[in-house]
Antibody
Framework: QVQLVESGGGVVQPGRSLRLSCAAS????????MHWVRQAPGKGLEWMAL????????YYADSVKGRFTISRDNSKNTLYLQVNSLRAEDTAMYYC??????????????WGQGTLVTVSS | DIQMTQSPSSLSASVGDRVIITCRAS??????LNWYQQKPGKAPKLLIY???SLQSGVPLRFSGSGSGTDFTLTISSLQPEDFATYYC???????????FGQGTKLEIK
C-alpha cells in the first residue's frame, strides 16, 4: 500500500541544523511531486515546501525561504528537508505528503505519520 | 497571499446531527479547495478535493460545495468517528502556496 514514513526529528538546540527524511513505498515515487507541511503543538497546518517529481522545480513558503531546503533522491525513494538555523518557533510535527494532480487541481494524499522537531536549549 | 478563514473555529454537536463548516477565501479561488480531517495524534486525511469531489473510501455522509470565495463541508449525519478537526486548503495560487484554514474542531455535545 502507499506509505510515507518520516524520520530524523528530535530535540535540537537553537541555531543548529537537522535533516528530515521521508521514505516512500507502494507507488512510483519518481512520478510524483512531494510536499512538507508542519504543525506546531496545538496549532494548525502550515505548508512549507514543494518539489516537483524530478526535483527541477521547488517552491517554499515565505516563512522558511532561505533556511529550509527541500530535495529528493528518486533512486532511494526518499524526500528530504534540510532545516537550518532552527528557532523555537520551528518546534512542530513535520509531515511529508504526496501531491496528487488532476487537470490542474492539486491535493495532498497520503500524508506520513510525521516526525517531531523540538527546538530547545 | 490568499487567506483562508474557517467558521466556526469550534463546534459542539451530537451523533446524528447535520453539521456544516464554512471556509472563505480572501479572493476567488474557483474550485481549488480541498478538505482534510485530522484526529488527535494522527496525520491529516483527505476528504474532499476540487471543492466537491469525494475521495475514494470516504463515507457518503461527507460532501463539499462552493466555488469562488465561499465553500462548505457538510456532514449529513454525524457519527462518533467524525469528531475531529477539519481543515480547508486552497491550491489556486501561482506560484504554489497551499494555504490552510485555521481549522474547525468538532466536539461531542
Amino acid at each position: 500500500q502507499v506509505q510515507l514514513v518520516e524520520s530524523g526529528g528530535g530535540v535540537v538546540q537553537p541555531g543548529r541544523s537537522l535533516r528530515l527524511s521521508c521514505a516512500a513505498s507502494g507507488f512510483i515515487f519518481s512520478n510524483y511531486a512531494m510536499h512538507w507541511v508542519r504543525q506546531a503543538p496545538g496549532k494548525g497546518l502550515e505548508w512549507m515546501a514543494l518539489i516537483s517529481y524530478d526535483g527541477n522545480n521547488i517552491y517554499y513558503a515565505d516563512s522558511v525561504k532561505g533556511r529550509f531546503t527541500i530535495s529528493r533522491d528518486n533512486s532511494k525513494n526518499t524526500l528530504y528537508l534540510q532545516v537550518n538555523s532552527l528557532r523555537a518557533e520551528d518546534t512542530a510535527m513535520y509531515y511529508c505528503a504526496r501531491d496528487m494532480d488532476r487537470s490542474g487541481w492539486n491535493w495532498f494524499d497520503p500524508w506520513g505519520q510525521g516526525t517531531l522537531v523540538t527546538v530547545s536549549s | 497571499d490568499i487567506q483562508m478563514t474557517q467558521s466556526p473555529s469550534s463546534l459542539s454537536a451530537s451523533v446524528g446531527d447535520r453539521v456544516i463548516i464554512t471556509c472563505r477565501a480572501s479572493q476567488s479561488i474557483s474550485s481549488y479547495l480541498n478538505w482534510y480531517q485530522q484526529k488527535p495524534g494522527k496525520a491529516p486525511k483527505l476528504l474532499i478535493y476540487a471543492a466537491s469531489s469525494l475521495q475514494s473510501g470516504v463515507p457518503l455522509r461527507f460532501s463539499g460545495s462552493g466555488s469562488g470565495t465561499d465553500f462548505t463541508l457538510t456532514i449529513s449525519s454525524l457519527q462518533p468517528e467524525d469528531f475531529a478537526t477539519y481543515y480547508c486548503q486552497q491550491s489556486y495560487s501561482t506560484p504554489p502556496e497551499y494555504t490552510f484554514g485555521q481549522g474547525t474542531k468538532l466536539e461531542i455535545k
